[in-house]
Each structure stands twice: as C-alpha cells, then as structure tokens.
C-alpha cells in the first residue's frame, strides 16, 4: 500500500480528493486541518491551544503539529500506508516525516499536486464559507492563508520534485473528472488498488 500526500493551496480541493483517493486504494486519509478542527469542536486540551491560530490562518507550531502527526500514522490503519492531507506544510514537517518514513523503513511513493489558480480558490473558499461556516473563511483570513501557504508550503514542492514524486493534476473541472486524472497519474507510477 501506498504512502502519499496530497498537496496544493487551499481552496485546490484537497480534502475532497483525499477522502475518494483514500477509498479507491485502501488507504486512510489523515487531514490535520480535520483533527484540529474535531480538536476544536470536542474542546480538547490540543483544541484550546490551536483554536485562535486556526481562526488567524496562521500555522500551528510544528511541534505539535508533528506529535499529532506521529501519533495518527502510528495507529493501526496507517500500519499499510496512508495519503496526508495538509501535512507536511513546513520544512520542519517535511524532515519530521522523512524520520517517520524511516523509522517504519519506507519512503514516500508520489505527492499529488493539486493546480488551482487564485482566483478560483478564492472564489471557492467564499462558496464554502457560505455553505460551511468555517471560522477561517472569511475574506481576509483567506486571504492570509494563501500568503501563509506561498511563502511556506508551495517552495517544499521542490524537494518533491527532485525526488521526482510529484504527479501534477489540474484540480479544475468536474470532481468525478479530477479524481480520474488523480487516478490515472498514480496509475502511471504502478499505484493502483
Ligand atoms: P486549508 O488547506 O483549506 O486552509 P486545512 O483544513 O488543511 O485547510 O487547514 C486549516 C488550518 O489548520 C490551517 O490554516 C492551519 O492553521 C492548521 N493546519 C493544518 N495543517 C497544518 C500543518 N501541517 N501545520 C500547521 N498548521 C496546520
């Protein structure tokens, strides 16, 4: 089973290309957004601490970040292979998993790019702030996240991409359809269910 991440801005549609992935392969998709966000809801010990980095669009620290992480791919439906879904976002995550990776003697098989434009992404995060109510989707906060994740995350592809297991998708377009291309990239590299 495959080990793999999902990365692109937000907005791009990862969250719901993780969970369809995730079915087809028979793999858990682990969204650290989402376990902050139950953190939050369930007014865990973890939740109060996030809670007002959430609501600023700023990162959560990646020491606890990193803990969370180690703890969920540590359980036992992760023990086969997973797809991460907004983690690794920093530099510091990125060397923390390769640690994970080799402490369970495995490696990362492909990244998933998800290609978006910002216009569109914007355009999407205002829909769901409609639909969803998210307390990180108003317009600044958006906008802030997208600054956050340029600076951030979108320079870690590179690294991926000298390791060349980065699958470029164009995350416009039908969901049925981006989830077929995501499929057929994987395919391509002898991922398949
Ligand atoms: P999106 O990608 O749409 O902004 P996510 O659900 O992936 O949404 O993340 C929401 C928020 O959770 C982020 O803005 C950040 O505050 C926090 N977060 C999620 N994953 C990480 C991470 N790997 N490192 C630091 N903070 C994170």
Redesign the pocket.
Known sequence: MPNLLIVG???AG??TQAARIAEALGVPAV????I??QNIKDRTELGER?SA??DA????P?SL?NELIDDRLAQADAEQGYLL??????AG?VEFLDGVNLRRGEQLDAVIRLVAETDEVVRR?LARAQEQGRS?DTEEVIRH?LE??ERETAPLIAIFAERGLVVEVDGIGAVDDVTERILAGLAERGIAA
């Not at 879904?85 to 920093?90: S, V």
Request: no cysteine; hydrophobic share 20%.
């Open positions: 801005p937000p907005g990862k969250g969204s650290t957004g989402d902050f966000r996030v980095i959430l669009g700023e990162y959560v990646d970040t879904d907004g983690y690794p976002r920093t995550q995060l990180d996240r956050v994740y």
